[in-house]
């Protein structure tokens, strides 16, 4: 049984960074590219960022780009989101997705196989 675990939301001043981790297990990591998604309050998901499981390829939203990391550590099996320069409308519940196959960028959360079950990020202004 595949399972995802989030970690490291919490409560931030805007500008501030933050770390999300998200542990995969159940199933060999690089079976898998990830991807970050997140759901404001009164809002539906949406994506966040992806990579790939090798040549670490990445993709984001243009409203993270320049500001949010994606990584993954394949001898950890841990997936990251690095959140730099933090705004208020970033406030949210973070997931992380693991998609079959592992080489490709996916964009659609329909498209992921797995989720974990969330952590909140908030932001204060």
């Known amino acids: 049984q595949v399972q995802l675990e989030e970690s490291g939301g919490g409560l931030v001043q805007a500008g501030d960074s933050l770390t999300l981790s998200c542990v995969v297990s159940?199933?060999?990591?690089?079976?898998?590219?990830m991807g970050w998604f997140r759901q404001a309050p009164g809002k539906e998901r949406e994506f966040v960022a992806a990579?790939?499981?090798?040549?670490?390829?990445?993709y984001y939203a243009d409203s993270v780009k320049d500001r949010f990391t994606i990584s993954r550590d394949n001898a950890k099996d841990t997936v990251y989101l690095q959140m730099n320069s933090l705004k208020p409308e970033d406030t949210a519940v973070y997931y992380c997705?693991?998609?079959?196959?592992?080489?490709?960028?996916?964009?659609?959360?329909?498209?992921?196989?797995?989720w974990g079950q969330g952590t909140q990020v908030t932001v204060s202004s």
């Open positions: 997705a693991a998609s079959t196959p592992a080489h490709t960028i996916v964009v659609p959360q329909r498209d992921y196989n797995y």
């Open positions: 159940g199933r060999k990591f690089t079976n898998f590219a």
């Open positions: 990579m790939t499981a090798l040549k670490n390829i990445t």
